[in-house]
């Protein structure tokens, strides 16, 4: 099995990444619907998708409006879109409003069970995690594989549990050490605490990922120092694409 990073970046895109997206072509799964959502079409291998939000945020959900087409046309059969109901309520009735975006995709809306079935006999669970607004952490498991979603949060450890041991984690970075006031301000991570958190949970590797629009550059979030905790960090890239 394969993911891609439809979008890397938090906030707003830049000309180097979008905002937050990853997507599992060969079975129709998607975490998060930010501005690199317009790249889902193209690079599905099912007609049917289950798209899961962590939140409610623009930059995690403004690309629910770039499927209307792909729908209508029939490319897409079915796209579920799961969340909290909390979270769909505010999709549904703001970023789907009538002056704003007047026409509703064909979307099922579904509130987040405490486990949801997934293709190849997978299941997600989600954990809260602490960030303005509220967020959820994914994780998806696998008879021989799991795979671990998380942001945006800051790294207090409530959720060390809920990853620990799986084979790829995925988690927000989106600011370096020498930011760690920010990081806390708003409600993000920075570096060290990140790959401390990778270090503590045992998991096997760690990509990272909702970084810093105005930090464009190659090594946006001081890469070494993660890897000096924990060597087996990436950062990722957008369309970059990893094997599990």
Known sequence: MRFIFLGTGGYHPNERRHTAGV???EI????DAGTGFFRVPERAQTQE???FLTHAHLDHVVGLTYLLAPMFSGQLQRVSVYSTEQYLQAVREHLFSGPLFPVMPPYQFVPLATETPLPLGG???HHPLTHPGGALGFKATWPDR???YITDTVVDHSYLEFIRGVDVLIHECYF???DAAAAAKTGHCHTTPVAELARAAQVGRLVLLHIDPDRPGDDPIGLATAQAIFPQTVLAEDLMEIDF
Do not use: I, K, N
């Open 176 to 178: 370096p050490d020498v």
């Open 23 to 25: 997507m599992f072509p």
């Open 123 to 125: 299941v997600l669970t």
């Open 49 to 51: 998708l289950q798209v």
């Open 28 to 31: 129709g799964l998607v975490f």
């Open 146 to 148: 799991s795979v671990a």
